[in-house]
């Protein structure tokens, strides 16, 4: 595992959350640096499997040596799919880490960071077709308006995207410096960083269609897990982890919880203790760690 790659946040407690059994099944659905699947193996017996999925090329490098470990290169939105190809149909535990990994915010040129300029990507999957530089500059104002409102949660995303479609008329807004300069005057001093983070979380977000993404696992949840099997999953923002605690508590996204003829609920998952967040220690030592937000929950 590489700890330069990506530290694992909450590490003991996601993976306690999975009650992992010595010959059981489980899924890793965000692998990046291996750090939550190396803990899994060390809890695993000799005949426990373990699959990791990662979309990203360069999280292969930290592929695990061990005859129990099988490391799939695809998003994870294609779970049951892939599992179904190794001849899995029900696993016994799923932990999911939503947040990018260090290593993509520490690599300049993946376009992920306020920090450094670089083209405009913030692609998970370095295939896509995708990428920030056609949602800037091809999306309509209308769109550009609605993925800076949903997805950044900025009051003036409308401003914002008219702003940006005025400018790549004169020319096209290929790198991150470019962006910041169109929007600079959005940008005051105090909360220039925290505005540029949550305008780079909606383009990073529409590009990797991150929300349609974690829609889809949560609803081949329920079908994968064996009952009495565990979800353990670490969210990093208001949109994801009202994703995840909706559908824990209602198996669906929007609404109240389906009821049968007698008026009972029905739903595929229960959740196990409360909303679990990083301590002070680990967030001294992990800064990334400190919107981090675990939640688990077990099939009915």
Do not use: C, W
């Amino acid at each position: 595992m590489s700890s330069e790659y990506h530290n694992p946040v909450l590490l003991k407690e996601s993976v306690d959350g999975l009650n992992i059994k010595d010959d059981g099944v489980y899924v890793d659905v965000t692998f990046g640096g291996g750090g939550h699947s190396t803990e899994i193996l060390k809890r695993l017996g000799s005949g426990g499997k373990l699959f990791a999925f990662d979309q990203d090329e360069d999280a292969l490098q930290n592929a695990i040596d061990d005859e129990r470990f099988q490391l799939i290169n695809q998003n994870f939105r294609y779970l049951k799919q892939f599992l179904k190809f190794y001849g899995i149909r029900k696993v016994d535990g799923i932990l999911a880490d939503f947040g990018v990994s260090s290593h993509q915010f520490d690599e300049a040129n993946r376009g992920f960071s306020i920090r450094f300029n670089a083209d405009l990507d913030m692609r998970m999957d370095k295939k896509s077709e995708l990428s920030a530089y056609r949602v800037v500059n091809t999306y309509s104002q209308e769109n550009l308006a609605s993925v800076l409102f949903q997805y950044g949660e900025l009051r003036n995303a409308n401003a914002m995207a008219k702003t940006l479609v005025e400018a790549r008329l004169e020319e096209p807004i290929k790198t991150t410096d470019d962006l910041k300069n169109v929007l600079k005057r959005f940008l005051p001093k105090m909360k220039e960083n925290k505005i540029l983070a949550q305008i780079y979380q909606a383009i990073r977000i529409e590009v990797n269609q991150e929300i349609e993404v974690l829609k889809e696992f949560f609803e081949q949840v329920p079908e994968i897990l064996v009952e009495g099997g565990r979800l353990s999953v670490i969210s990093y923002h208001s949109l994801e982890d009202r994703l995840a605690k909706r559908f824990i508590r209602a198996g669906r996204f929007e609404g109240e919880p389906e009821k049968d003829f007698y008026g009972n609920i029905n739903v595929p998952l229960k959740k196990v203790g409360g909303l679990i967040v990083p301590s002070a220690e680990e967030i001294k030592n992990n800064n990334r760690a400190r919107s981090a937000k675990l939640r688990i929950a077990e099939r009915i």
